[in-house]
């Protein structure tokens, strides 16, 4: 069956209520809007989560375990990248999560460090489980051999048997689509983050081959540019 269905609905909501709920998504699975509290969420969130998913399905253990709000944005950190400075300006936890620097003349906001944020919250969780080691970002897919999960900090025993198989009938290809379609989901900015549209169009689902993909998601492009500033 290749069907996937996710079928936890317990925390839905209408998209109308969606500011105004405090608790939207588990923790590991948590959009990094949500974690900061950001005003105008919305269905962006949704991706972020099936992301998360894709990337457990793979490996077999969660991609990012966080033990607390501030470890699953440590986390979100160090496996994706930078938090966009306008979304920690927005965010009514900026001065709980982030610290202030100047550089030149200009003001920019850094996530503490573990050592920085617990040396101020001592009751806060600490982190728990870690992300695979040799797992530095989501590239590093291409290599990672799935039995590293489990070793000592691996949360579960390996699930490989209901795990995304890529590895007998799939190609590398297969498994370079995946990986582009997994870092299209979790783009932290949510204004760059895909659309259900997009990822319904992408090659690991329709099959396409991705360097078509991408040379027809290029083209499009540059024809919306040259019609905007033509």
């Known amino acids: 069956n ?7 609905f317990g925390n839905a909501c209408l998209l109308s209520k969606l500011n105004s709920k405090i608790y939207v998504q588990s923790l590991y699975y948590r959009a990094p809007e949500a974690i900061l509290h950001n005003r105008d969420k919305n269905e962006k969130i949704d991706i972020w989560s099936i992301g998360c998913i894709l990337g457990e399905l793979y490996l077999g253990n969660p991609i990012m375990p966080g033990n607390s709000s501030y470890d ?45 944020f617990y040396k101020e919250y001592p009751d806060e969780p600490k982190s728990e489980y870690e992300i695979p080691k040799n797992l530095k970002n989501i590239d590093d897919l291409i290599n990672v051999k799935r039995d590293i999960i489990k070793s000592k900090n691996s949360l579960h025993k390996s699930m490989h048997n209901s795990s995304l198989s890529l590895n007998s009938t799939n190609t590398k290809e297969d498994l370079v689509a995946f990986i582009h379609l997994m870092k ?47």
């Open 2 to 8: 290749e069907n996937i269905k996710i079928a936890d």
């Open 72 to 116: 699953q944005l440590y986390k979100i950190h160090s496996l994706i990248g930078e938090i966009p400075q306008y979304m920690i300006e927005e965010s009514v936890k900026k001065n709980i999560y982030f610290t202030k620097t100047k550089d030149n003349y200009t003001y920019n906001y850094r996530i503490k460090s573990p050592e920085e």
């Open 184 to 230: 299209g989901m979790l783009q932290i900015d949510p204004k760059k983050r895909w659309s259900c549209k997009q990822c319904l169009k992408h090659p690991f689902l329709t099959k396409e081959k991705l360097d078509k993909y991408i040379s027809s998601q290029l083209n499009e492009i540059n024809q919306f540019m040259s019609n905007s500033f033509s």
